[in-house]
């Protein structure tokens, strides 16, 4: 690993604090599902649906740090002959993901310590999916890191990517530009990281980081080390969502979608006035997600999927796929609230929860989903169904209906879609 290929304060960093900070001997006792490595999720968004992961899957982890994100692969792909690589700067990260794996009796996971920038010389590639969280932003040259990874992926491959928003960021970039002029010169990690809570102590309620302090908790959730991430790095830059696009596109590939609760990257989500609705339904869809950016003013962190192949999400208006829950629990949390209920049920997201008319069709619509019936088959027995209960609202309702709540259940992360040939490993 050549001195130029990483950044030496961004490194030093991550060898005194690790990150996430993470206890080996937690995984005793439970697994950390991080937001966009679900295989199910994977499959629907990457994959169009389609992919067997029994067979030959290679994935990469570049920037892994303390670990979550090869655990939580490797943990589904445990019965497969998938290969992982986890890939990192820093050895001190490196050792506590090592521990975590070892604990777990994983062995699917090789261990490098290398920059990103080495990849294309390590002679390990290709990849069919890459995870790349929370590091590119950390590079002195993110486009540079970006390509070194497109130079990776093998052909049909995808990315899940997660890079700082800006606009969701104000509070923690004021912060940051306040805590360097207090005292970014001093050498002493501790000093500073003492200095900077004395200081947020003080702070008074107006200051635009305590305004968002409950939506930025690093420095709470993990203590020294979240302080560190969030506040004092040495080289952080955030996205907009149009400059995701840019981000992806100079390294030749498309960003086919956003990859967590991309619901929150729909103006309707925060509007309910018709008439905006209906005027912002005529723009392009990253003018819609961008528009849904400034209005929710949350977004602090963009997780996005790309390929070099653009779209490679499933269509709700293919009939062939199969819908399917993202766990029993999932379905059967829904089956039983509207089966309680006679007007309405909510479905719950971790971002909202939606209320939903209950109505006939829902009704028996959640009852046929069961992993099993394509969306074709779905609505041809709902239609029977319905008939025979005499309650069947007109053909274009019945598919606007349907559509509307699948793309619901897609939208909050609850729902994927898949092909009748592809394999996604029970856990
Ligand atoms: C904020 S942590 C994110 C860790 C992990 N991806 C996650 O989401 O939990 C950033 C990680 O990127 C690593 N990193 C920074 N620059 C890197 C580079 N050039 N090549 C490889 N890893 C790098 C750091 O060592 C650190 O572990």
Redesign the pocket.
């Known amino acids: 690993m050549a001195d130029s290929?990483?950044l030496r304060s961004?490194?030093a960093q991550?060898e005194d604090f690790p990150?996430?900070p993470r206890d080996p001997a937690d995984e005793r006792n439970r697994l950390i599902p991080t937001h966009i490595d679900l295989l199910a999720k994977i499959n629907h968004f990457c994959y169009a649906g389609g992919r067997d992961f029994r067979k030959n899957f290679r994935a990469l982890v570049?920037?892994?740090?303390?670990g979550?994100?090869v655990i939580y692969l490797a943990e589904q792909l445990r019965s497969t002959n998938a290969h992982i690589v986890y890939?990192?700067?820093?050895q001190a990260?490196m050792a506590v993901a090592q521990e975590r794996a070892k604990i777990r009796k994983l062995s699917n996971i090789e261990w490098e310590n290398a920059?990103?920038?080495d990849l294309p010389k390590l002679g390990i590639a290709p990849f069919d999916y890459i995870n790349c969280?929370?590091?590119l932003h950390?590079?002195a040259n993110p486009d540079a890191?970006l390509k070194a990874l497109e130079a990776v992926l093998a052909p049909g491959g995808a990315m899940g990517l997660m890079v700082y928003g800006t606009h969701g960021r104000v509070g923690v970039y004021q912060m940051q530009e306040l805590l360097r002029r207090l005292n970014g010169d001093e050498p002493d990690m501790r000093v500073r990281i003492a200095e900077a809570r004395a200081l947020l102590e003080q702070a008074p309620p107006t200051n635009w980081f305590k305004r968002s302090e409950s939506k930025h908790d690093d420095h709470i959730a993990f203590g020294d080390a979240g302080l560190y991430?969030l506040l004092l790095h040495s080289q952080d830059r955030a996205y907009t969502v149009d400059e995701c696009y840019e981000f992806v596109e100079q390294a030749g590939m498309r960003l086919s979608s956003f990859a967590y609760l991309p619901y929150l990257y729909k103006p309707e989500t925060f509007l309910y006035n018709p008439a905006l609705i209906e005027r912002l339904a005529q723009r392009t869809r990253r003018e819609r997600e961008a528009i849904a950016e400034l209005l929710s003013g949350k977004l602090a962190r963009h997780f996005f999927f790309a390929a070099r192949e653009g779209n490679t999400n499933a269509s709700l208006s293919d009939a062939s796929l199969i819908p399917f829950f993202r766990s029993r629990e999932a379905g059967d949390t829904i089956r039983a609230d509207i089966a309680a209920d006679g007007a309405s049920f909510d479905i719950s997201t971790p971002e909202a929860v939606f209320s939903s008319q209950a109505t006939p069709l829902k009704r028996i619509l959640f009852e046929l989903i069961d992993g099993r019936r394509t969306i074709g088959e779905v609505r041809t027995e709902l239609v029977t169904r319905l008939r025979s209960k005499n309650a069947l609202p007109a053909p274009v309702d019945v598919a606007r209906e349907l559509a509307e709540i699948l793309d619901l259940l897609v939208q909050g992360d609850l729902l994927f879609l898949r092909t009748r040939g592809s394999f996604i490993p029970e856990m």
């Open positions: 290929d990483y961004v490194r991550y990150y996430p570049a920037g892994a740090g303390t979550d994100s890939l990192d700067i820093s990260s920059s990103i920038l969280c929370g590091v950390h590079l890191g991430d």
